[in-house]
């Protein structure tokens, strides 16, 4: 259905912590691992990326840090609403790993981000506000577009978090934007209905994997 021409996978953090058991666990994350495996290995798509979180002991995002503050607070960070996570994706510990799962020498590129220890990184393309009021960019961007990639695919952990502001990324800097969305997985899913919003207002496509003829 869809052209193939100058495409790229972003597989969005498929990393221990994520994953049952992990210390920041997705909802039902387990769910998406064969189809994502499946789609990795068919090498689809012109190009395939992956995402590692891979943050410092002691990362700002880490509600530990914050005298009096819980996991799934939300802060003022730099003038920005932040919330703060359990310790997760601790650079070099078992909780980053990426899934075994997956083929990850399939993988063109693996991207790791969120290792400034006072920014926290959601999208692929930029980090979230910093203390100057930037979001520097992470290079991702100018990689696909020298390549000539057209179309974005994005799948992986966790929905609602990582993987839309990654979508948004994308269609920010002038990819047509696909989110595949039984392929991912919600940090909750009582945030469904405001990622399908947030997708809708920023011109995001949901599609599902049965969509991909592969
Ligand atoms: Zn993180």
């Known amino acids: 259905m869809m052209s193939l021409a100058k495409s790229a996978l972003i597989v969005v953090d498929i990393q221990t912590d994520f994953l049952p058991g992990g210390a920041l666990a997705c909802y039902q994350a387990d769910s ?7 789609l990795v290995d068919a090498q689809y798509f012109d190009y395939h990326i992956a995402t590692q979180d891979w943050h410092p002991a002691h990362h700002i995002s880490f509600a530990s840090q914050h005298e009096g503050k819980k996991a799934f607070d939300t802060i003022s960070l730099y003038g920005h609403p932040q919330v703060l996570w359990p310790d997760h994706c601790i650079k070099g510990t078992v909780g980053a790993a990426l899934d075994p799962t997956i083929n990850w020498d399939n993988m063109d590129l693996i991207l790791r981000k969120g290792c400034h220890p ?3 990184s959601y999208s692929a393309f930029q980090e979230n506000f ?12 100018g990689y696909l577009k020298e390549k000539e990639v057209k179309n974005v695919y994005t799948v992986g952990l966790a929905r609602d978090v ?4 990654t979508a948004q990324g994308a269609k920010e800097q002038g990819f047509n934007t696909f989110l ?10 009582d945030h469904d209905e405001i990622t399908r919003q947030l997708c809708q207002e920023h011109g995001i496509q ?6 991909i003829r592969y």
Do not use: Y
Not at 130 to 141: D, V
Not at 162 to 165: F, T
Not at 180 to 189: Q, S
């Open 32 to 38: 998406i691992l064969k189809g994502v495996k499946d």
């Open 118 to 120: 006072q920014v926290d």
């Open 206 to 211: 949901i599609i599902h994997v049965a969509d």
């Open 162 to 165: 990582c993987v839309l502001w």
């Open 130 to 141: 910093n203390q100057k009021g930037e979001r520097p960019t992470t290079g991702l961007a």
């Open 180 to 189: 595949i969305w039984d392929l991912c997985a919600p940090v909750t899913p």
